[in-house]
């Protein structure tokens, strides 16, 4: 997340968009928000025309009048909101130079977050493995073990686990481990570090006790590399025998799963999986290229399949809207399905696309529940399935799985998509100050994405805040040039009255149909 400027009454986030007075954004758009970032930035010294359209136009031509104008809006909006005319000072012929406030940098990863509360069984969350190969290019490998002893303790139905999307931003930096346990409210933090020369790897794995500092069980573990699937199942086995000595014999075997007999495709998931994670076209093409020999070196690998049908679903809505993306979508989410009765997230995946592009929202419920079956903590179920459930009007419900996959998963990589399910959920109910507020947040968490501005703009616009929904609009169709949201609904099957009511709203923030 990138560090906010701070500055009199003001908090600027470049990287989402927004300016803020206190807790309340400003009616402020995206390019003036970049050019107040660059001279709060050098504050107290001349800051020159072109560098001020570089950094708002990189790379384009544009009239000097579309400088003047923004700054104008820059002005208003600092004016307006705080009462003080003097902030920025024009030098003519030269450019412009903040004058007001000195300005400091939070940065809100290194903010403490708000101690959880403990839940009523059993918690733990697992870290990312210290790679001591000292090779940097081995990190991939390092969290996939961290990874698959995430999957198999997240199988015990009375464990609640911390899914990787949260316990990854620990990833790279120094944190107390009770600090740990309060952020995330878990009981139980495991850690360890991976050593991989050659056909050999070394584990080291620690369970701690967050209240207290303690360690409960620590072990060594030295295999050779085509035994990994069983050493991931030994760590995860350790912890919970930990955890709870009299555990049954059972349980155990929740743990143990199907894994592919080619460590080929696993190894090309592995390394796929940033770049499907991150929801960008150019990005899940790359990844595609990998998925696509990992099934064809195992056609019947569910984990593979469903995240190429996540891949397709995203070049679908965010690339054209083009058939054959979501024909392929729906093939790649029925192998999963049909490969994956024992993969929560391969459920997971294969569910979100057959409900979102083959619009079969009970066949996708049914996969969903099949992946709770399996592992009662998956936080991605939740929350792709909240999506699903905003977009299909049942709003109370979209409410609570977001809700639910939050807790699960508080710094998330996908709570974009878990806000954005809470804004449709209270924008279908009409309390458009909830949407609003939720739809900000989506925006704080991904700016990068169109969806999440879209609903902004609509909230903003049944507020009657018209100047903000236009900006907010803007930015939709910076992100999304084709964006029209008649496509879009037809594309996620939108509930017809929350397609009537949102539409009514976007036409309004100046977006086309």
């Known amino acids: 997340m990138a560090a906010i400027l701070e500055f009199g009454p003001f908090r600027l986030d470049a990287d989402a968009g927004i300016l803020f007075r206190g807790a309340e954004p400003t009616p402020l758009g995206q390019r003036a928000v970049l050019l107040l970032a660059l001279l709060v930035r050098r504050a107290g010294a001349p800051v020159s025309k072109d560098d001020l359209i570089e950094a708002a136009w990189p790379a384009q031509a544009i009239e000097e009048s579309n400088l003047t104008v923004q ?10 909101a705080s009462g003080e005319a003097q902030w920025i ?3 003519p012929r030269r450019g412009y130079r903040y004058v007001g406030p000195a300005a400091t940098l939070s940065d809100p990863e290194k903010v403490s977050a708000p101690s959880l509360t403990l839940p009523d069984r059993p918690s733990i969350a697992v870290l990312p493995f210290t790679n001591l190969s000292g090779d940097a290019a081995q990190d991939y490998f390092a969290d996939g073990m961290v990874d698959d002893i995430i999957t198999g303790l ?21 944190v107390d481990v009770k600090q740990i346990g309060r952020e995330l409210g878990v009981r ?20 701690i006790d967050a209240s207290t500092g303690m360690h409960v069980w620590a072990e060594r573990y030295d295999r050779q590399s085509d035994d990994i699937f069983a050493l991931q199942d030994d760590i995860a086995i350790s912890a919970v025998g930990a955890i709870a000595p009299s555990l049954r014999r059972a349980e155990i075997n929740r743990v143990k799963r199907k894994r592919p007999d080619s460590l080929d495709a696993y190894d090309l998931v592995l390394r796929a999986q940033p770049d499907v994670d991150s929801g960008m076209p150019q990005q899940v093409t790359q990844a595609l290229v990998l998925l696509d020999r990992a099934t064809m070196l195992e056609p019947s690998y569910a984990l593979a399949h469903g995240n190429a049908a996540m891949c397709h679903h995203c070049l679908f809505l965010r690339a054209g ?21 024992d993969d929560a997230v391969a459920l997971t995946l294969a569910g979100f696309s057959i409900g ?29 399935g909240s999506v699903m459930l905003g977009w299909g009007g049942d709003a109370d419900r979209a409410i609570e799985w977001s809700e639910r996959g939050m807790r699960l998963s508080p710094f998330d990589s996908w709570a974009f998509a878990a806000f954005d399910a809470q804004a449709m959920g209270h924008f279908h109910r009409g309390r458009f100050e909830e949407a609003c507020r939720a739809a900000y947040r989506s ?20 507020l009657g805040r018209l100047h903000e929904a236009r900006a907010a609009a803007a930015r939709v169709l910076e992100l999304h040039p084709t964006f029209r949201y008649g496509r879009q609904f037809k594309g996620v099957n939108c509930a017809p009255a929350l397609a009537a009511s949102l539409g009514e709203a976007l036409r309004a923030a100046g977006l086309p149909e």
């Open 154 to 174: 997240s199988r015990i139905n009375w464990l609640f686990v911390i899914a990787r999307n949260s316990t990854f931003t620990y990833k790279g930096r120094a």
């Open 89 to 91: 000072e024009t030098l």
């Open 71 to 80: 700054m104008a809006a820059v002005r208003r909006a600092l004016a307006d």
């Open 188 to 207: 139980y933090v495991l850690e360890g570090s991976v050593r991989k020369t050659g056909g050999n790897v070394r584990i080291t794995g620690q369970l």
């Open 443 to 462: 925006v704080h968490a991904n700016p990068r994405h169109s969806i999440t501005h879209v609903q902004l703009a609509a909230s903003l616009a049944k």
């Open 321 to 341: 809207l083009q058939e054959t993306n979501r024909t392929a979508s729906i093939m790649h989410a029925r192998s999963a399905i049909a490969h994956g009765q």
């Open 356 to 384: 979102m592009d083959g619009h079969d929202r009970s066949a996708a419920f049914t996969a969903l529940d099949a992946a709770l079956s399996i592992s009662p903590s998956s936080a991605l179920t939740y929350i792709l």
